[in-house]
């Protein structure tokens, strides 16, 4: 489902969970959440122009600049309909910030979370850490 979400414009950040521990219940909403976004019409009509050309192609057309073939319209057009269901009640599990305290600046800090590292809002300390894909 991530590269399917990635083509479709969803920020890489937003597709790697905080490491930590969850709550059983924060995880079964999140799962809900992202289970009816894997049943909806939306995903579907991603899936189905995603899957018409190989992964190989997509990138090969990102690299030769090539754009506005029939299958890119109405990717984007279909993706259009799928990041709005993304960003609709999204579960704080795929949200990129938390607040904690930073052992740099021992400010409790909102830390805003990328794909391989984490940053202080406060200080901007920066820390580098392994990602937990989907
Ligand atoms: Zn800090």
Same mark, same amino acid.
């Given at each position: 489902?991530?590269?399917?979400?990635?083509?479709?414009?969803?920020?890489?950040?937003?597709?790697?969970?905080?490491?930590?521990?969850?709550?059983?219940?924060?995880?079964?909403?999140?799962?809900?959440?992202?289970?009816?976004?894997?049943?909806?019409?939306?995903?579907?009509?991603?899936? =189905?122009? #995603?899957?018409?050309?190989? /992964?190989?192609?997509?990138? &090969?057309?990102?690299?030769?600049?090539? @754009? $506005?073939?029939? *299958?890119?319209?109405?990717?984007?057009?279909?993706?259009?309909g799928l990041? =709005?269901? #993304?960003?609709?009640?999204? /579960?704080?599990?795929?949200? &990129?910030?938390?607040?904690?305290?930073? @052992? $740099?600046?021992? *400010?409790?800090?909102?830390?805003?979370?990328?794909?391989?590292?984490?940053?202080?809002?406060?200080?901007?300390?920066?820390?580098?850490?392994?990602?937990?894909?989907?």
């Amino acid at each position: 489902m991530k590269p399917l979400l990635r083509a479709a414009g969803v920020p890489d950040h937003q597709l790697d969970i905080v490491p930590r521990e969850y709550k059983t219940k924060t995880l079964a909403v999140a799962f809900d959440w992202l289970h009816d976004i894997y049943l909806s019409n939306e995903h579907d009509k991603v899936v =189905k122009i #995603w899957t018409s050309v190989t /992964p190989e192609v997509w990138e &090969n057309y990102k690299l030769l600049g090539v @754009e $506005n073939l029939t *299958e890119q319209r109405l990717l984007l057009v279909a993706s259009k309909g799928l990041i =709005k269901l #993304w960003k609709n009640k999204r /579960p704080r599990l795929f949200i &990129n910030r938390q607040t904690e305290i930073c @052992e $740099n600046c021992e *400010e409790k800090a909102v830390f805003t979370y990328k794909n391989n590292y984490k940053q202080c809002g406060y200080c901007g300390e920066i820390y580098e850490q392994e990602s937990d894909n989907i």
